[in-house]
């Protein structure tokens, strides 16, 4: 079933992030790690849906978005920092495969932090820690790292960020893999939770499973 929804107000979080939030119909429950499918309610638009993940949590009295623009891929999200508060658009009802299944180890690249976002929040509002979760970071650049002062404020929050196009930066370089899964995760004492680009993916389900992780704690999620 759709929903229109309106922007209340819209903020940069990186020079290409940025923070939309909407009021919240009745009827819309969308729990953390979900997904929903959007499309710009503008002429021409209507019928294009991409789907995001709302960082805010069900006690929010608004959904939050936090959603990567790329002006080069000439679609939806090229439109994202073009919305004005009072824009509607279309959402459908909530879906995806990630959930809280307990701490672990949330292993992200760029945008595929955002069904992070909201599991973390619900996860400290519940316990009043994250002890005993690791967030496992990979960006371009520095720069291109999401709510990184969020995540590193979080109580009990391990962060490890590391970029792929920045030999200088101030933070790990090289991409996620096997060699750092080694010596990051310990297979049996949590859930390896992944989100990212589809070779990202599966790159490191492969690598998980070869260090000993079994499948059952490995946790997935491809929609970006």
């Known amino acids: 079933m759709p929903h229109t929804l309106t922007l209340q107000e819209i903020e940069p979080v990186t020079h290409d992030v940025f923070r939309l939030r909407f009021d919240k119909p009745d009827g819309l429950g969308v729990e953390p790690g979900q997904a929903v499918d959007i499309a710009l309610d503008r002429d ?7 789907p995001f993940t709302p960082t805010s949590l069900p006690s929010d009295g608004f959904l ?3 959603i990567k623009s790329y002006p080069d891929h000439d679609g939806v999200t ?13 959402v459908n009802d909530p879906w995806g495969a990630i959930q809280d299944e307990g701490k672990g180890w949330f292993i992200a690249g760029g945008a595929g932090v955002t069904p992070f976002i909201a599991i ?24 291109d790292i999401i709510n990184r002062e969020e995540f590193e404020s979080m109580p009990g929050l391990k962060t490890y960020f590391t970029v792929t196009d920045d030999k200088s930066a101030d933070v790990h370089t090289g991409q996620i893999d096997k060699g750092l899964l080694e010596d990051r995760v310990k297979p049996g004492a949590g859930k390896c939770y992944i989100c990212g680009p589809e070779p990202m993916i599966d790159d490191i389900v492969l690598a998980l499973k070869e260090i000993g992780v079994g499948e059952d704690d490995i946790i997935v999620e491809d929609f970006i």
């Open 44 to 50: 021409g638009w209507r019928n294009e849906t991409r």
């Open 64 to 66: 939050e978005f936090t």
């Open 78 to 90: 090229e439109q994202i920092p073009t919305l004005k508060p009072g824009e509607t658009i279309i």
């Open 120 to 143: 973390l929040r619900k996860r400290l509002e519940t316990h009043g820690t994250l002890e005993g979760c690791e967030l496992i970071f990979s960006n371009s650049t520095e720069a």
